[in-house]
Structure formats: structure tokens, C-alpha cells
């Protein structure tokens, strides 16, 4: 082994070690966010057969099935042990800051070994590093730069080959996530990077990666709009393109200000609120435009590496940039650590290439301080993970008006058994956000439990239209109904949610109940047909109630239908035959006529 060879082996050592270091915190991390909903919880994943089910389009939220496939054999070695999917987060982000260090150096980009330290500590990559549903991201990066690498190679060397494995290594990246598909336009940016053009066989070569990104942008954008709840207004569709393309300016100046800056992150930054809409709302696009007219202006010296950086940033972004109407966008441009992960890599290796052309101390220095820097924050950052209750929480100490915070943090409380704080969190996120619909079913489930049932009640009729597919709701807002004794109202929400899911035991008890007290109180008022047709449906329901046979007789009987009281009073004795007071009513119908 050369000595070059010894040195490349080090510093990848050292690369490993370093992000090793500064995400040891997010080692012992525990499940945030939504791991529960697509790991901890998740039917398909814990399925024996959920390896193959997971390739069916719809079958999970997103069609992502390579990384939820590495959910389901990791699902087989740790279960419900976090750090083992942590320890692999955590090791894809160090491969991925490897191969992006070999893709730099075949690129010729100087300052490729501090642009990989960089991206390694960069605090701004820690959401989807110790967030163990954002595997999608570090296992994408790690087959995008495998794309790029045998890309690279094949316009280098030739051999069919080379071009395949970067064709198939495209196809596994879209479908760990598709956050890459603007990878395509980056393979011909790479191509005038190298040549200072682009030539009609390299436009030729990145045909079949254009056709695959295509295919894949519209599965996206599909399950997006699956993902819509009924009365939601459509998400972003609402939001005209003129607003859009103003509001994409907002957007890259911020991500790219987190780089530069990365301090006050967290996980839900304050809406962008823009009311009446002035001139000054188009400047940080007409900017971002001007500083790209500019560098391409001066290409020919410093404006090439600017120009190539900041391209590929934007096409890494542009999917989230808000220009294409996607629903979790809503109404307002929305940003997250998470969106930026595989864009942070052209910042920080112009970044890097501007550094290390100042003398050898001077660098040496400056990425000393530069790495101790954000390699503490990044530590620091990755402690926050700890456990839900305190991610969210360091949200809302940043932004008290984060609504899925303060959503996060009630649900938090709750299993805490602290139902006062939890309630006081729900109000508040419906108070900001009034159509929140998650935050108001879960504040009137909290005040339900408080026995809080009038409360609760008016929650679940402002609900109930919003989500009118779900089962759970309907069942919880037919047992507040029968805590305030409105059992017609109770008896047909019951309904509603067997109807939606016929195999809903819980729902079909509180039916069967609700209809048995509705029969008991029409037998105190004396509205004995009233009380004959709900204990009617009682037993048909649970027919093997012999307290409701034996009632249902005793209304009969006061009806005068004594031989239909006799068929209930007889069934009544045969389900529960050491019954006295059964049998004596048995015996006293047999004796009248």
C-alpha cells in the first residue's frame, strides 16, 4: 500500500471517528416524531410478509420500499430497541460523507477532504441523522453518490458497465427517497464543470436518468395527494404561481443563511406570513437570480465555482422549494432541516474550496475552529433527540407558536399521565391554528378522559366533518354523547364507525350498551314500544345478553304480547339457567293465558 494509500485509508478513518463523536448523543436517542407511524407501529413492517407488501404502490405513506425494506429486517434484529436504527443512521451518514469526498476529488473540486469533514459535523444534518424516520435521507445520499461515482466513471472510462450500475443505482436511490430527482441535471452540470460544455452524447446518456426521475416525481407527487385528509381545501393548491416563485426566493436564502449560520434550528421554524403582498416580496428571488447572472457573468475565473455550487444547490432544493404545489406545503412556505440534507453539500464545498486556497496555517486553522464549532452544535443538536417530549419541547422554547409542537408535546404529557398540561398545549394549537384537526381530536379526547364530556362534545362536532373516514373519532364522540345521556346521538356514531370498520369490537359494545340504556330510561318514562325496540336491537346485536332477553320480556309482558315475552324469559333461563328471578319470570308468563 502506497503512502497516498495510507493517507486516503486515515482520513477516512477519521471521517468515521468524527461523526462517530458528534452524534454519540443521538446513540442512546430514543423514537420522535412520526417513528411510530412508520416504524414503531406500523402493521406492514412487523408483517412476516410486509417485505413484499411494501413494493404495492399505496401500501405505505410514501413510496419509499428500499428504505422501508431496511426497516424490516432491522425491525427482526432490534425491535423496539432505538439504538440499533440509530447506529445505522449514523453509520450511512458517515458513508455518505465518504463517497461524497470521492465524488469531489473525481470532480477535481479542491478542498474536497474539508467540504466531507464539513457535511459530517454540520449541525444542520442532524435532523436526518437522529431522526430515525429520516433514513430515507441518509440512505438516499448514499446511493445518489454511488450514481455519481460509476456516472463519473463510465464518462472517464467507457464500459457499458459503469453505466449501468450508475443507471441502477439511480433507480434504488428514487425509491429510498426521491428527493434526488433533479440528480439528471446535476450529471450535465458536472459535465460543463469538467469541459465548460455540454455535448449532445452526454445529453444522450442522461436520457434514461431524466425518463426515471419523471416517473418518480409523479409517484410523489400521487401519494402527496393521497395523503390528503377529506375538507382540507387541497393543501397548496390553492397558492397561485406568482406567489410561489416569490415565496421560492424566501425559501433558498433561508436554507442557505442555516448553513451559514446554522443556530436557532429546530423542528417547526414560524410560518412565513406575508398579508398583503408588496414589491419587496419578489426581491430574494430577483436576488438569487442576480447573484447566478453574475457568476455566470465572470465564469471564465471565480464565477465558475460559484455558479456550479449554487446551481446544484438550488436544483437539490428546487423540489422543495415551493414552486410545485405539494400539500404539506399548505398555504405558506414551509422549511425543515430534513429538506435540505443532500443541498447543504454544494454550500459547504464552495465553502470548503474557498478556504483552502489561502495558505496552509491559515486553513489549518480556520478548520480547526470551523469543525470544533459545529461539531459542539451538532453534539449539542443531536442531544435534543433524546426523547419526544424534549425535542418538541426545545421547539416551543424557540417558537411558542409551533402548532405540531405543542401537538407533539401534549401526547407527550399524556402518556405521562399529566392530562391538565397536555390540555392546556391542544388548546393552544387550536387556538392558532383552529382547523388543526389532530390537535382538536386530541384535546377532546384529553377533556373526554377528564370527564370533561360537554367540552369535549364541541370539539368532536367541529371534527367530525374534517375526518368523516375515522372510525375512532365517531367511537369517542358517541362515548362523550352517552356521558351527557344523549344516547340517539351516541347510538348513531357507533353506527357511523361500524360502518366504516365492521370489525370494531369496541364500537359495537358501546352500541350494544347504548342501546341497552336507552331501553332502560324509555322503561322509566313508560315508553314501553321506545324501550321494546332498543332492547330489541340489543339482542340482535349481542345474543347472547341474557339480562337484555329477560328485560325485553318484561316489556313484552307489559305490553300484553306474553308469548313473545315467553321466547326472551325462555332464551334468558337457557344462557343463564342459575338465574332465580330469570326462571320465576319464565314461570309466571307459562301460567297466563
Not at 445520499?141 to 453505466?163: C, I, K, N, Q, S
Not at 450500475?165 to 439528471?184: E, R
Not at 430534513?338 to 496555517?361: D, F, K, M, N, P
Not at 404529557?413 to 388543526?436: M, N, S
Request: glycine share 6%.
Amino acid at each position: 500500500m502506497t503512502n497516498f494509500d495510507k493517507q486516503r485509508w486515515g482520513f477516512g478513518a477519521l471521517l468515521v471517528l468524527l461523526t462517530a463523536l458528534v452524534y454519540y448523543p443521538a446513540l442512546w436517542a430514543g423514537f420522535v416524531w412520526d417513528d411510530d407511524l412508520l416504524l414503531t407501529q406500523n402493521a406492514v413492517i412487523h408483517a412476516a410478509d410486509g417485505w413484499w407488501r411494501m413494493w404495492l404502490p399505496g401500501a405505505m405513506m410514501d413510496y419509499y420500499p428500499v428504505t422501508w425494506m431496511t426497516f424490516w429486517l432491522e425491525w427482526r434484529l432490534w425491535g423496539m430497541n432505538a439504538t440499533g436504527y440509530h447506529a445505522t443512521n449514523i453509520l450511512l451518514h458517515a458513508t455518505g460523507a465518504l463517497l461524497v469526498w470521492q465524488v469531489l476529488l473525481r470532480l477535481s473540486v479542491r478542498g474536497a477532504w474539508l467540504a466531507a469533514l464539513l457535511f459530517v459535523v454540520h449541525p444542520v444534518n442532524v435532523e436526518s441523522v437522529a431522526w430515525v424516520s429520516e433514513r430515507k435521507n441518509t440512505l438516499s445520499l448514499v446511493l445518489y453518490a454511488l450514481t455519481m461515482l460509476a456516472y463519473l466513471r463510465f464518462e472517464r472510462d467507457g464500459g457499458w458497465r459503469w453505466y449501468a450500475g450508475a443507471l441502477g443505482a439511480f433507480l434504488l436511490a428514487l425509491l429510498a427517497k426521491t428527493s434526488g430527482v433533479a440528480l439528471p441535471v446535476v450529471l450535465l452540470l458536472c459535465a460543463w464543470w469538467q469541459r465548460g460544455k455540454m455535448e449532445r452524447k452526454e445529453l444522450l446518456h442522461s436520457a434514461p436518468f431524466f425518463l426515471l426521475a419523471a416517473v418518480f416525481g409523479l409517484i410523489t407527487i400521487w401519494s402527496q395527494q393521497a395523503q390528503l385528509p377529506p375538507g382540507t381545501g387541497g393543501g397548496g393548491v390553492e397558492r397561485p404561481l406568482w406567489f410561489r416563485l416569490g415565496a421560492a426566493g424566501h425559501v433558498f436564502w433561508f436554507y442557505l443563511f442555516k448553513i451559514l449560520a446554522p443556530v436557532q434550528l429546530m423542528t417547526e421554524y414560524p410560518l412565513w406570513k406575508f398579508g398583503a403582498l408588496k414589491p419587496w416580496f419578489w426581491l430574494p428571488t430577483l436576488a438569487a437570480g442576480a447573484v447566478l447572472a453574475t457568476a455566470w457573468r465572470f465564469r471564465a475565473t471565480w464565477g465558475k465555482a460559484v455558479l456550479f455550487a449554487l446551481v446544484y444547490f438550488g436544483l437539490m432544493l428546487f423540489p422543495v422549494l415551493g414552486v410545485f404545489n405539494m400539500p404539506y406545503a399548505g398555504r405558506s412556505p414551509v422549511v425543515a432541516d430534513h429538506l435540505q440534507y443532500l443541498a447543504t453539500i454544494g454550500i459547504l464545498s464552495l465553502a470548503a474550496a474557498t478556504v483552502t486556497g489561502w495558505s496552509r496555517e491559515t486553513v489549518r486553522g480556520v478548520a480547526v475552529v470551523a469543525l470544533a464549532i459545529l461539531g459542539f452544535l451538532t453534539w449539542s443538536r443531536a442531544a435534543a433527540y433524546e426523547n419526544h417530549e424534549r425535542l418538541f419541547s426545545d421547539t416551543l422554547a424557540k417558537n411558542p407558536n409551533a402548532t405540531k409542537a405543542r401537538l407533539e408535546v401534549g401526547n407527550a404529557l399524556i402518556k405521562r399521565g399529566r392530562l391538565d398540561t397536555a390540555i392546556e398545549h391542544f388548546q393552544e394549537a387550536v387556538r392558532l391554528r383552529p382547523w388543526f384537526v389532530q390537535a382538536r381530536c386530541n384535546l377532546a379526547n384529553a377533556l373526554a378522559q377528564q370527564g370533561k364530556a360537554a367540552e369535549a362534545v364541541t370539539h368532536y362536532a367541529k371534527v367530525i366533518p374534517l375526518r368523516p373516514k375515522t372510525a375512532e373519532l365517531n367511537y369517542n364522540y358517541g362515548l362523550a354523547l352517552v356521558a351527557l345521556g344523549r344516547l340517539d346521538e351516541a347510538i348513531a356514531q357507533f353506527q357511523r364507525a361500524l360502518a366504516l370498520k365492521p370489525d370494531f369490537s369496541a364500537a359495537r359494545a358501546s352500541l350494544v350498551v347504548a342501546h341497552y340504556e336507552h331501553a332502560r330510561a324509555a322503561v322509566r318514562r313508560g315508553q314501553f314500544d321506545v324501550a321494546i325496540a332498543h332492547f330489541t336491537e340489543t339482542v340482535r346485536l349481542d345474543p347472547a345478553n341474557a339480562l337484555a332477553h329477560n328485560n325485553l320480556g318484561v316489556a313484552l309482558a307489559q305490553q300484553g304480547k306474553l308469548a313473545e315475552a315467553r321466547k326472551h324469559f325462555a332464551e334468558a333461563v337457557r344462557l343463564a339457567p342459575h338465574d332465580a328471578d330469570y326462571r320465576r319470570n319464565l314461570e309466571q308468563s307459562a301460567k297466563q293465558p
